[in-house]
């Protein structure tokens, strides 16, 4: 497809609020960085899969995605 876009789902939180119905975990109990690593090889699989030739958008969501480190990000 020429106009894609890609959602990105960043499941960590400070806490798991009681009121949240998303796939989120409190970020002591996982690791960031296996985490970024699956990612960041998940998504080199999909454009080739995808033939994916331009993206539109990309959206960062989730728990709190800003709890990733720039370096994690920016790979």
């Known amino acids: 497809p020429d106009n894609s876009s ?16 998303f796939l989120s975990v409190p970020i002591e109990t996982t690791d960031i960085d296996a ?7 998940h998504l080199q699989l999909l454009t080739q899969q995808a033939e994916i030739k331009k993206l539109e958008s990309i959206f960062f969501g989730g728990g709190t995605p800003s709890l990733l480190q720039p370096a994690a990000v920016e790979r």
Do not use: E, G, Q, S
């Open 35 to 41: 985490y970024a690593d699956l990612l960041v090889r």
């Open 6 to 21: 890609l959602y990105i789902h960043i499941p960590f939180c400070l806490k798991k609020c009681p009121y949240c119905d």
